[in-house]
């Protein structure tokens, strides 16, 4: 059995170093998307793994498929067709300075493919988990109406469904949205959702007013009572203290139990986009593995840590860094 992806493969164009966009004619190029990303980190942990995309049939369409298949992703399931590769722009914060991002995704050649064109029957042979996010819905009525489209079809399949939250508020900006009802529909199908209380406050329409722990257990007890499909949920908790210095804290919470991580010190940080992906990745890649809750929420809080010390979106770590990240200890390895 596999997993499969659903979501718009994009590129990203960042300025060199720390400068500002256009401070100089160069960007630096990586393949992303929030669901390649869990994708491919995925498939470098040895996991049978797919996407369904849409890129445009020229030279950064290809290219974009060339490295995801590279990365060890089955990529069967991406269509070619419309003339636009969806792109956005990450200008990379320093000091107090924070990160900033300029999307540049409308009448993409994902964005742009009807609904019907996708063929559930084809796509989810063989697969028992999809993954999808919050960011394909928000790129306009069509790819809402496709990411639900999926996500029943998974459900009348029996395929198991995880969805991430990765709230963007400059994409339903852009159109006549209607983020909550949306994103219930697809909530509602799922069994395991990335998200926190924000993300839970808005599905639900409903602040939480506690502190801490309390407020997130308190969220969590609601979205179970709300969904009861759902099983489990998994979150991180950032806090920011520059551009390079952030603590991380992990948890998941089930209907019987939660795990919690202690907070750990990411310094010197190299790219922190991708973190939540890698998160999400670690965490399906345990529970697959056989893991319980404990081993889960400490295994994507580990790739989340390492991703941030790698440039790009995605995370290609192994079994064996994460391992040895476990482990401790940042001498050289010899």
């Known amino acids: 059995m596999k997993f499969l992806a659903f979501g718009e493969i994009m590129l990203r164009l960042s300025p060199p170093g ?56 089955d990529t069967s399931g991406i269509q070619f067709r419309g003339e636009r590769m969806g792109l956005y722009f990450v200008t990379s914060g320093a000091g107090m300075r924070a990160t900033e991002v300029i999307y540049d995704r409308a009448y993409s050649s994902f964005a742009e493919t009807p609904t019907e064109a996708w063929d559930w029957d084809t796509l989810l042979a063989r697969v028992d988990r999809l993954h999808l996010s919050g960011i394909t819905p928000a790129l306009g009525p069509v790819p809402a109406a496709t990411a639900i489209a999926a996500a029943e079809a998974a459900a009348a399949r029996g395929v198991a469904i995880s969805f991430d939250g990765n709230w963007r508020g400059k994409l339903w900006e852009r159109w006549d949205s209607d983020p909550r009802g949306i994103l219930t529909q697809l909530v509602a199908q ?21 502190d801490g722990e309390e407020r997130r257990r308190e969220a969590t ?8 499909k759902l099983q489990t949920i998994a ?59 404990a081993e889960a929420v400490r295994t994507g809080l580990a790739l989340a840590a390492l991703k941030h010390s790698l440039p790009g979106d995605a995370s290609l770590f192994r079994q064996a860094d994460i391992d040895a990240y476990l482990a401790g200890g940042l001498d050289v390895r010899r």
């Not at 007890?221 to 009861?228: D, L, S």
């Open 18 to 73: 720390r400068e500002l966009l256009m401070q100089t004619p160069k960007f630096d190029v990586w393949v992303a998307g929030a669901e390649a990303n869990v994708a491919v980190a995925l498939a470098k942990l040895g996991h049978d793994v797919g996407i369904a995309s849409a890129l445009p049939d020229n030279d950064l369409g290809r290219a974009a498929l060339t490295n995801v298949r590279g990365a060890g992703v």
């Open 221 to 228: 007890e609601a979205a179970f009572a709300a969904f009861p």
């Open 235 to 293: 979150s991180t908790a950032r806090h920011v203290e520059h551009v390079d210095l952030h603590r991380l804290s992990a948890r998941i919470d089930t209907r019987s139990d939660h795990a919690q991580t202690e907070e750990v010190v990411l310094a010197g940080i190299v790219d922190r986009i991708g973190g939540g992906d890698a998160f999400a990745a670690g965490v399906l890649h345990a529970l697959r593995s056989g893991g319980d809750s």
């Open 190 to 210: 799922a069994d395991l959702l990335f998200g926190n209380h924000r993300d839970i406050a808005l599905l639900l329409g409903r602040d939480f007013s506690s």
